[in-house]
Nanobody
């Protein structure tokens, strides 16, 4: 059974940094692609970043250059380093996983549609 547990959310001022973590279990990290998506109140889910099993990454234009997705397969942990955050980054962030054979490489927008997701962690950025 696939399980994803996020942590690291919180409140931060504009321009600050946060690092989100997601610990996975119940699947082989070498055959799954991972991603982050977010959802702000009253808005649709938005893909943020994805990383495939070759460690190739893809980002939404809204976070490119500010956020970095990475993973440590030995620890079964996915990370999202968030730098230079803005108030518009305020949302609940979810970790997601999908078998890479079902994933179109490089398409971060698919992250909200991945088969598995965690419970989410709230990020609030104040001006």
């Amino acid at each position: 059974q696939v399980r994803l547990v996020e942590s690291g959310g919180g409140s931060v001022q504009s321009g600050g940094s946060l690092r989100l973590s997601c610990v996975g279990s119940g699947f082989n990290p070498r055959t799954y692609c991972m991603g982050w998506f977010r959802q702000a109140p009253g808005k649709e889910r938005e893909g943020v970043a994805v990383i495939d099993n070759f460690a190739d990454t893809s980002y939404s234009d809204s976070v490119k250059g500010r956020f970095t997705i990475s993973q440590d397969n030995t620890k079964r942990t996915l990370y999202l380093q968030m730098d230079s955050v803005k108030p518009e980054d305020t949302a609940k962030y979810y970790c997601a996983a999908e078998k890479c054979e079902y994933f179109s490489a490089g398409d971060y927008s698919l992250a909200p549609k991945f088969a598995y997701r965690g419970q989410g962690t709230q990020v609030t950025v104040s001006a």
